[in-house]
């Protein structure tokens, strides 16, 4: 695929860019290796100030850059609004925090005498130039998450972003210009998957972050461990939303149909199992699948829309594989299930829901990167983890209930990075984010993210 705008909506390719060649990347490179030997020593007054003027342009330039998300990627226009507000809110947060989180550490004198000096601190220091390969889901947020603490700790970055956002890239790379940053320390990298290698084995390359699909992290992460570099991976997820007869069922549905189609179902962090006690099952299934067919599809630069199509025609052509897959084997559609008739053109897909999974349909154990939920009857709360944690994937899970022993049992035996209790799975710049098992490695965000690409320094010190 090249680097072009192509909208979703429509099919229409609307703009398309040539990939910088060799000579170029080199030169963003070095750039950004010869940045940080100046950067790093800037105070974190300085970052801080660059860092809330850039987050004022976001601001300002907030209408502009949400309709260029969703025309290149198609989230509803609203949906892109509220992402550009938290790209900026998590600015403001780590020019705010960033000093305290990679304050200086005191071990205890006792301990420091017991090693033998007479002073001891552990100090944070940034790595380097940080390369970041970049999703088209979140084209703002994902990268924006991995900017502000990285250049706040003193590193300097460059985006490797998907090929199908090339916009949001560049604007991304001239965001942290405008805002005053010294030239190299923040670069959009206009390149194919095919020069990632190059990039990530340059020596001045200091560390990789990745966020996106599973052969994409492995390939990061292999060429990564190699070179014996530092990665941070966020990749898919199939997150559980279990719930139980203690639940708030309304409050419990309308949150599942939130959490299913954010972002038009193309999520890592949408719930897409939904696992719920037979005591309420048929309740929930009744009136979550009634919301979920009454959801307004359609065209995502209209204020009203609920859901708009996927993002690309590959990512429908999949997910449909998926349906048809599970159809096949015996599963059950209780709404949706296929192309809607009102719109020929573009990549869209009705919000389906399906029952009857079983272990032998792919779309137990794969990711639906699209607005297809799978109900799961249970009997028991044992019951509900095992199914929950019946997948290759750990990145975070819902569950819904009012009693205290039933939140310990799933904080306790559920696979996952996070556990939201009665309520949806949302990231933000004060919480800690990332997943286990094959949804990756490391965390983003809070002090957490700041500290991934630092050098956590031992000072030890004697008179």
Known sequence: MGIATVNPATGETLRTYEAQGPAEVERRIDAAHEAYRQYRTTPFSERARLMRAAAVLLDEDTEDIARTMTTEMGKPVVAARAEVAK??????????????????????????QDAGADF????????????????????????IRFAAPALMAGNTGLLKHASNVPQTALYLGELFRRGGFPAGCFQTLLIGSGAVEGVLRDPRIAAATLTGSEPAGRSVASIAGDEVKKTVLELGGSDPYIVMPSADLSRAVKTAVTARVQNNGQSCIAAKRFIVHRDVYDTFAERFTAAMNALALGDPLDEDT???????????????????????????????????????????????????????????????????????????????????????????????????????????????????????TASHPALPFGGVKRSGYGRELAGHGIREFCNVTTVWQRA
Not at 92 to 111: F, G, S, T
């Open 306 to 424: 609920d859901v708009g199509p996927l993002a690309t025609e590959q990512g429908r052509a999949d997910l449909e594989v998926l349906v048809d897959d599970a159809v096949a084997a015996g599963a059950t559609v209780l709404c949706g299930g296929g192309r809607p008739e009102a719109y020929p053109r573009g990549w869209y897909y009705k919000p389906t829901v399906l029952t009857g999974i079983t272990p032998a349909m792919r779309i137990h154990h794969e990711e639906a990167f699209g607005p297809v939920a799978t109900l799961y009857p249970v009997a028991d709360i044992e019951e509900a983890v095992a199914v929950a944690n019946d997948s290759p994937f750990g990145l975070s899970s819902n569950v819904w209930t009012r009693k205290e022993e039933d939140i310990a049992f799933f904080v306790r035996d559920l696979e996952a990075g996070g556990v939201f209790v009665n309520g949806m």
């Open 120 to 143: 001891a601190r552990v100090h944070y220091r940034p790595l380097g130039p940080i390369l970041a390969v970049m999703p088209w889901n979140f084209p703002l947020w994902q990268v």
């Open 87 to 112: 790209c900026a809110k998590t600015m403001r947060w780590y020019a705010d925090h960033a000093e305290d989180l990679l304050a200086d550490e005191h071990p205890p004198q006792r301990d420091v």
